[in-house]
């Protein structure tokens, strides 16, 4: 019959066997019977309608599956037919016949897919779509999944074959076929300037097609549905990608990827965050796992799925998609949502983040050839990365541990010239045990302490690729670094005793950038230390005023300030490090001032509540910078002479175009470094004393006595020329030498014994340049003229500090003698103190060993045309003959060999006891 096929009722149900059989018998006997044949399966999907009953429904499908089963492969224009049948089933979501259908759905992808014509294979796509978004049964879902990666290998195979028509070109003008997904279909046109396929073939629309199913399912509310799908999408896209063309790509990524990765972004952030645990019933419940117990995490798992796809596509088939016409743009698109990502909430996800950008910036594509605009975007995503995780209120350490290695990464793999070997990766040193090993920890090796930071004469002649573990670092990728260092330095270790394993890793990495950047290491050398002194001044509350970067954290709060002691610690030590080690003089000259101010906030802690670690470090690192510091200072100044001409608050600048300090600049460092030891070795009035016991006292006092004996041996030689700082070093010396009566007595016994020293130093030099003819030419045996005028030199500095310090050790002397006097006298019975003694006698020795030269210290009243290194015997013979009524025992003795002493020297008198060995001659 020609007209419409009636329904059955349920009694004619045995009437579907013989037409199926019939069916199978039409399709089978002639294939050119088409019309016909689409009548009769229009017969027999007509029973599947919703409006039939469900067993003659259910018939109805067992029918349509004999058939296929029997005569699938002869049926041609019916296809359609079939498919619409299928789809309209998996719509109605009947638990009880989707299954059913699904086996003719199987059946036709694992039989009859090359049977099926383009837009036949384009309705089937969609028909596995539909059977994937039915909530009936979550397997079949899931299976239909599997079902879409069946095509994507058919496709590969229709690629192979050259008289296949999928190879024609695709006739976009032509509709969409019925009760499917336009969406599935859309060809993106090709863009401009492409060189690849210019025109979308049926082979690429059906491509689409695949990956547009899944991209539906990608976003299904079941999480197991969603993320099956997604994994097959990304999983289908790597194996297969080296058979998409250009045009295939630019419509995937922008039609499909971006757009898929939108919707779950918008998914993840719009999710509720309540429990779902399953309810089973009778008062039963099946927890789910705490890292997947609401509909939050489980799109946050979505999401990370999603971002490692992508990420990994970008780096597998980088040199395809960077030939993509829009490539920046995607390029930036994607380093956006990996930087959003990052900065979100989730931990979980901003972990995911981070490590696919580490994997991005570790492969292969970030090398030398990376394009600059494409590492620019990376190089703000650190930097962004860095300010907002550091800053937020619980970041986790293992994501600022991924970003460290990110950055460590992308800073090797982006130089300019690489090393010829590969550089060894050890492990660094970790505060605390960890079961698996950090990013962290392979950051490349840092160079020896001994090793300068400029190549020597041996190595400038060689070519710089065969310098091991030397790169040439361009300067604004250094300050890039530094700038992302800084926030991570700050982020607060998890013990308080010790360094966090993120603080040691940009220490390491801030330790080799100056050998990294060696050709311009004037540029970058001040920048480093500038970010040490941030993290330091940050570390003991300090706010910092040169600070050339922008970026700023409010202090920690006192109960977590001891946490950052660790890192003050390493910031000097690393201080030490690079000013003793870079090995050039302008480096060091530049920073110098910067250094001394922070350092001398660290030393001062020594009067608050920080820890004594602190102001220790401070003085080490202080001990260790000084000498070095002046001489670069000193060298790099402008000679007075030479800055009259103009102001002398500018900077100038040497025969070589080096910028050299004026002398105000000088003189206001030397200023400072005075103000730091005095400050430090007499604390403030207002200052509240720590209870320390004996030792620990006995432990300050050998710092400050290591102070002084900087300040005599090697602060006040490179003084010259700046009577400012011989003011301040006499006043420095007169206070410490004052302190006996506060109980300080190993600082001030220091200071009477760097005197004297100084004092004897003129004639030690004298007697030194005075050498045998023999002994003096082989001395000077390979020195030439300029060593010997800075012989002469020096000792002219000598001489005149000499003369500076001799009178005031002497008013010294003799203002302690007599007050020795004055106080025994009253005393009577009663023991003065045994400091006072202690001091006395200590001073009675100094001055019966020094040997003073006469053109350096010179009594008045001596014995005519007698003059010798014993003269400042002669200025305090008064008072010593004030103290012979002493009844100290130690004192009488001492005094009685100085007694002895004057007579041998100045009366040519030799008492019997001299005689006898008594007195040392």
Not at 222 to 247: D, M, Y
Not at 488 to 507: C, H, K, R, T, W
Request: proline share 7%.
């Amino acid at each position: 019959s020609r007209g419409s096929v009636s329904l059955p009722s349920s009694a004619s149900f045995p009437s579907l066997a013989s037409l199926s059989g019939g069916a199978s018998s039409l399709v089978s006997h002639d294939v050119m019977q088409s019309p016909l044949q689409v009548r009769m399966m229009s017969a027999l999907t007509s029973f599947v309608a919703r409006t039939c009953p469900m067993q003659a429904r259910d018939r109805a499908l067992h029918a349509l599956e004999t058939v296929l089963h029997s005569s699938g492969e002869f049926l041609s224009e019916s296809w359609p037919v079939v498919l619409r049948c299928l789809i309209g089933v998996a719509k109605d979501d009947d638990k009880p016949l989707v299954g059913v259908a699904f086996k003719s759905l199987q059946l036709i992808c694992t039989d009859f897919l090359s049977n099926l014509r383009a837009r036949d294979l384009s309705l089937f796509i969609f028909a596995i779509g539909s059977f994937g978004r039915q909530l009936s049964d979550v397997n079949i879902s899931l299976t239909s999944v599997g079902l879409l990666w069946n095509v994507a290998d058919f496709l590969v195979m229709e690629t192979a074959n050259q008289t296949s028509s999928y190879l024609q070109l695709e006739n976009t003008a032509e509709p969409a076929p019925e009760n499917s997904d336009r969406s599935f279909y859309t060809v993106v046109p090709p863009s401009p300037g492409s060189r690849m396929d210019q025109r979308p073939t049926r082979l690429s629309a059906r491509w689409l097609g695949v990956f547009g199913a899944m991209k539906t399912l990608a976003t299904d509310l079941r999480p197991e549905v969603r993320n099956c799908a997604l994994i097959t999408l990304f999983k289908t896209l790597t194996t297969h990608g080296q058979h998409l063309g250009g045009t295939t790509w630019e419509a995937c990524l922008w039609g499909i990827l971006f757009p898929l990765i939108e919707d779950v972004k918008m998914a993840a952030a719009s999710a509720a965050n309540d429990r779902i645990d399953s309810d089973l019933g009778n008062g039963m419940v099946m927890l789910v796992h705490h890292s997947r117990n609401t509909a939050q995490k489980q799109w946050d798992e979505t999401k990370v799925l999603a971002m490692g796809g992508i990420a990994r596509l970008f780096k597998v088939f980088f040199e395809v998609l960077s030939e993509l016409p829009h490539f920046s743009k995607s390029w930036d698109w994607l380093v956006q949502f990996i930087e959003s990502s990052a900065r979100g909430q989730s931990k979980e996800v901003s972990l995911a983040a981070l490590n696919c950008l580490q994997d991005m910036v570790a492969s292969q594509i970030c090398n030398a050839s990376f394009p600059d605009a494409l590492r620019e975007a990376i190089w703000e995503a650190l930097e962004g990365l860095s300010r907002s995780l550091a800053g937020s209120p619980d970041p986790a350490p293992k994501a600022l541990d991924v970003l460290l290695t990110s950055v460590n990464d992308i800073y090797i793999r982006t130089s300019s010239q690489q090393s010829s070997s590969a550089p060894s990766e050890p492990s660094l040193p970790s505060p605390q045990p960890s079961s698996s090993p950090s990013p962290a920890s392979q950051l490349l090796p840092s160079p020896s302490p001994s090793s300068p930071s400029n190549p020597t004469s041996s190595e400038q002649d060689k070519d710089p690729q065969q310098l091991p573990n030397v790169v040439a670092k361009s300067v604004s990728d250094a300050r890039r670094v530094l700038r992302i260092l800084l926030p991570l330095a700050m982020y607060p270790p998890d013990y308080s005793n010790e360094a966090s394993f993120i603080q040691l890793g940009v220490l390491s990495l801030a330790k080799r950038i100056p050998d990294m950047v060696h050709d311009h290491l004037h540029d970058i050398f001040p920048d480093v230390v500038h970010m040490l002194l941030n993290s330091l001044s940050y570390a003991i509350g300090l706010k910092y005023a040169k600070a050339p970067f922008e970026f700023t954290l409010a202090p920690p709060q006192a109960n977590s300030a001891k946490s950052y002691h660790p890192l003050a610690e390493g910031c000097l030590s690393l201080l030490v490090d690079l000013m003793l080690r870079v090995g050039d003089s302008y480096c060091r000259a530049i920073v110098f001032e910067d250094i001394l101010d922070v350092v001398n906030s660290c030393m001062m802690t020594k009067h608050s509540k920080l820890s004594p670690s602190i102001w220790k470090s401070g003085v080490a690192c202080f001990l260790a910078i000084v000498p070095t510091g002046l001489a670069a200072v000193n060298k790099h100044t402008t000679p007075q002479h030479a800055s009259q001409d103009g102001p002398q608050d500018t900077q100038n600048a040497d025969q070589n175009g080096v910028e050299v300090l004026t002398v105000i600049q000088r003189n206001m460092i030397w200023s400072d470094l005075m103000d730091t030891i005095q400050g430090f070795l007499f604390q403030p009035q207002n200052a509240t004393v720590p209870l320390v016991s004996q030792p620990e006292r006995a432990e300050e006092e050998q710092f400050d006595v290591a102070i002084v004996d900087l300040l005599c041996t090697e602060i006040v030689g490179h003084a010259s020329g700046i009577p400012m700082v011989h003011d301040r070093f006499l006043e420095i010396m007169q206070e410490g030498s004052a302190l006996v009566a506060q109980g300080r007595d190993s600082l001030a016994f220091a200071c009477y014994r760097n005197m004297f020293a100084l004092c004897n130093k003129p004639l030690l030099s004298s007697t030194e340049s005075q050498q045998p003819p023999q002994e003096q030419s082989s001395s000077s045996e390979g020195h030439d003229h300029d060593d010997n005028n800075d012989q002469d030199s020096k000792q002219k500095i000598d001489a005149h500090i000499a003369r500076l310090i001799a009178p005031v050790v002497m008013g010294r002397c003799s203002e302690v003698l007599s007050r020795f006097v004055t106080d025994d006298r009253q005393s009577g019975s009663c023991p003065l103190p045994r400091s006072r003694l202690a001091e006395v006698s200590f001073l009675l020795q100094e001055l019966l060993n020094a040997q003073i030269p006469p053109e350096i210290y010179s009594a008045s009243g001596g014995p005519r045309g007698r003059t010798g290194n014993r003269s400042h015997l002669l200025s305090l013979f008064t008072v010593f003959a004030d103290c012979i009524a002493t009844s100290e025992r130690e004192v009488k003795e001492l005094l009685k060999q100085i007694f002895y002493l004057v007579a041998q020297e100045f009366l040519e008198i030799y008492p019997l006891a001299a005689a006898l060995g008594g007195v040392p001659i």
